[in-house]
Nanobody
Framework: QVQLVESGGDLVQPGGSLRLSCAGS????????MDWYRQAPGNQREWVAT???????NYLDSVKGRFTISRDTAKNTMFLEMNSLKPEDTAVYYC???????????WGQGTQVTVSS
C-alpha cells in the first residue's frame, strides 16, 4: 500500500525559506514521476513541480528560480526547497504520484505553509 507523508510546513515571513519533505512507503520514488501540488483557500489544487523518474525537473512559472524539487533515493524521500517565499505561496502543499498501469493517484495528507508578516 502506497503511503505518502508530508512534513515541514510552517508560518514564515515574506522572503523566508522552508523545506518540505515527503516520505514514502510502499513505493520506490525513483521508479516514478513525483509531484508537488498546492491548494490555497477557495482555489483549485494546482501543480507546483515534478521530478521525473529520470531526475528531470519542471516547475510552475511563478515558482521557477525560487523552489527546488529534489529526492533522496536512499531515504525514499522527496523535498521541496522554497526560498523567497511570498504571501501568494500560502497553501496546503501535497505530495503526489500516479502509478501505472491504472494510473491510480496517490496523495499525502498535506502540510500547511503560511507566508505572512
Amino acid at each position: 500500500q502506497v503511503q505518502l507523508v508530508e512534513s515541514g510546513g510552517d508560518l514564515v515571513q515574506p522572503g523566508g525559506s522552508l523545506r518540505l519533505s515527503c516520505a514514502g512507503s510502499g513505493i520506490i520514488f525513483s521508479f516514478y514521476d513525483m509531484d508537488w501540488y498546492r491548494q490555497a483557500p477557495g482555489n483549485q489544487r494546482e501543480w507546483v513541480a515534478t521530478m521525473t523518474s529520470g531526475g528531470s525537473t519542471n516547475y510552475l512559472d511563478s515558482v521557477k528560480g525560487r523552489f527546488t524539487i529534489s529526492r533522496d533515493t536512499a531515504k525514499n524521500t522527496m523535498f521541496l526547497e522554497m526560498n523567497s517565499l511570498k504571501p501568494e505561496d500560502t497553501a496546503v502543499y501535497y505530495c503526489h504520484t500516479a502509478i501505472p498501469p491504472s494510473w491510480t493517484n496517490h496523495w499525502g495528507q498535506g502540510t500547511q505553509v503560511t507566508v505572512s508578516s
